[in-house]
């Protein structure tokens, strides 16, 4: 399985949850937006946006290539002469703030000196926390982890944990999922079984979601929990801006701005100091946000 | 003039700022929010909201003091085993498009080695450029510039053109100002006329905002205009959130999450890939965004 094959099949998979999840959002479809990268390769930018269900969104495929350059050999300690990286990911705002918003991302990555490891992850950002959808979204997780590798979801759990953190607020960003990286050179699993464990992961992901959409999207909404939404947003944009690693290596090694930051919601609060009142259910879901939980 | 006689005269500036900005305002009064830290110090963040001209905003004051962390040791170059530090910050985001952000801050910083400097800026982010308005702002800031030393209006300039640049934008942040930094051992100022320096920005600022919002805030909005704002207001996020190294520095070092925060605009939006049609006021202020200008 070849770096050409791989990339086409992210492509595939970028299609494929793009049709998934224009029948989930049932109005809107999304609009593509092809890009050249100067240095070698490029992508499709796909958006969604005023969907029924979607506010804003996002499904990003890219395949660049090109001279390893000094802040990706300083930054992620690279050691070759070119790479090549392809993968599809995901950023949805829905509308209604009993729908989570959800991020997901399959990557593959190789050096001319002839190393590859596939990343990715998947974690969901509930406005409002309820327990035992948290608990259904990491079982369909746990779920496609068991299919390749009993000890994937543990690792992969913790490992989200520890990414989807935003130290200066002392909050997790939601309630996690998985995340990975550097995945090669497995004991049982060849280069196209971890491939097929990535592409599972976007396979699921239309499904995964709806199922978490269609709790909540039909809730009534007061002006109240819109508010809450939007302060929620703001977080979001805290992580990404400061602490999602993907996004400021992007940032800062001369990615293309409107992909990367394609994962902003429309429209983001913030007040100073705010702080919602005891024994409600945005106090509920800080509370639940201030350590990672087991779900399981 | 010790650290004491220079924190006392920060709260005191802070105190000034906010009276000449209530006046300024007419209509909302700032709400004091007193703190400790628990290595040393405290400060008193002071927040506007939903005044006539000012929708939110904040004029921050703390002396902290303490041990030399790592962080500082690492990412300032610090050589010393205690510091002290005080200063004043300012955000202000008004409600009017046609009126802009302004920042301002001023700080001393010291050593137990003895070493001391100040440092500060005040930058202007008109979400619509008008040209004279921006000459006007700059010639109030030569003109205290120039009081101490001919050489710091052009030295502070170009630091501001330098420091208030979005990278992965290609856009300033605004149309600048001054910036500096480690500013001691003056060939010809002592150390009470460099603080004299800091104080006479810090109490020229309600007037120079006043000047500024005076020209803007009766104007008529429309819809669009408001998008804009807010559009900018994005930018404004990222900027602080992505580059902006004091606030980088102050969330890494485990500084006051909220006072460093109250940067932030009350509303924020994004749209994928958004471009202004040409020949609007619109794109005409991208177009000054896109280098740093001479405005006098």
Redesign the interface.
């Known amino acids: 399985m070849n770096k050409e094959q791989i990339a086409a099949s992210m492509r595939e998979l970028q299609l494929f949850i793009c049709e998934g999840l224009e029948r989930v959002d049932g109005k809107a479809r999304f609009s593509e ?1 092809p890009w050249n990268r100067e240095e070698g390769g490029g992508g499709f ?1 796909r ?1 969604i ?1 005023n969907g029924d269900l979607l506010e ?1 969104g ?1 499904v990003a495929y890219s395949a660049v290539h090109g001279p390893v350059s000094d802040v990706m050999r300083n930054q992620l300690q690279l050691d070759g002469n070119t790479f090549f990286a392809t993968g599809v990911s995901i950023v949805l705002h829905p509308h209604n703030p009993h729908v989570p918003i959800i991020h997901m991302n399959v990557r593959y990555f190789e050096l001319d000196s002839g190393v590859y490891w596939f990343g990715g992850g998947i974690d969901l950002t509930p406005h409002y926390i309820i327990p035992e959808q948290a608990v259904l979204f990491h079982e369909r997780l746990k779920n496609i982890c068991d299919q390749f590798d009993a000890d994937f979801y543990p690792k992969f759990k913790s490992w989200a944990d520890d990414y989807f953190y935003i ?3 002392k909050e997790t960003r939601g309630i996690g999922g998985v995340f990975f990286d550097h995945l090669n050179n497995h004991p049982t699993l060849s280069k196209e079984e971890l491939f097929r464990f990535c592409q599972l992961l976007g396979q699921s992901f239309p499904d995964i979601y709806a199922e978490q959409a269609e709790k909540g999207r039909h809730k009534p909404v007061s002006q109240a929990e819109l508010e809450w939404r ?1 302060l929620r947003r ?1 977080r979001y ?2 992580f990404n ?2 602490n999602d690693r993907g996004t ?1 290596f992007g ?1 800062l090694s001369g990615g293309r ?2 992909s ?3 994962s ?10 705010y702080q919602p009142a005891e024994g409600t259910s945005e106090a509920e879901t800080l509370s639940l946000l201030s350590a990672p939980q087991n779900w399981l």
Chains 1, 2 share one sequence.
């Open positions: 937006d930018t958006t946006r804003k996002g130290p200066h607020r939007d703001g944009v805290e801006l400061v400021k940032l701005t409107e990367i930051l394609m902003l919601p429309a429209v983001a609060h913030w007040e100073y100091n």
